[in-house]
């Protein structure tokens, strides 16, 4: 007979997808399962040439470093690292590294997140029909650089656009909005319309379109939302495998 309580199946389901949230949200897990992507990424960056793959977030915070004085090629990536174990170390979490199948599942997870930004595109294209070419075809040389090159992207926009902008954006409208939600709400909103506008920033910019516009703004949205509900490892992930589905894999 079924009664009105969890079984013991039930409530060890519960429990180990509420362990696995905890687990895959915090900073640790998130450098653990960033930094095979980051290594890739720098690797990449040799073998294809920063003048064919780098983004546009990574050279802007390269060159803030630069103009600080700082020059050294690896600084970046290494502050990256040191900002994750930093922050790992303000949670006062214990410094055990989760199970395998954490990070399995993050990357099935982010997997499937990464259809959501497609999907908006689709139902903005139904909204507002218009004609936007798709690109060159690309040869395997080309897609392989841009894999690479997308995995930077899910590295350091989110960095730049999501650690730092939410952050600042948070503090700014913090005194000025009394609701907690309101104030991340106001913060998600500020920092994805700068994440929209700075793909028309710099001499390798987009040219600016209203609907490209519109929907950076919104794929900025999810994955500030992204970067507050379940950590910074999650949006790199389901962000750069976007990227990577929606710049290589259908194109």
Known sequence: MMSGYPTENTTDLTLGQSRYFNESRGPLASLVFVAPLLILYELGLFVF??????????????????????????????????????????????WRIPRGRTFGRMAIECAMLSVVPLLLWKVLLVAVP???????????????GLMFGYLGAGIYEELLFRVAGFSIFFVLVDGLLKQRMHVISAAVVLSSFVFAMAHYIGPTSDIFDSMTFLFRWCAGGFFAVLYVWRGFGIAVGAHAAYDILAGVLLR
């Open 49 to 94: 040439g920063a003048e064919r793959i780098q983004n546009g977030a990574d050279a802007w915070l390269r060159e803030f470093l630069r103009l600080a004085g700082f020059t050294q090629y690896f600084l970046l990536p290494m502050l990256t690292v040191f900002l994750l174990v930093a922050w790992h170390y303000t949670t006062h979490s214990p």
């Open 130 to 144: 218009c004609s936007i070419s798709a690109g060159p075809t690309l040869d395997v040389t080309s897609r392989l």
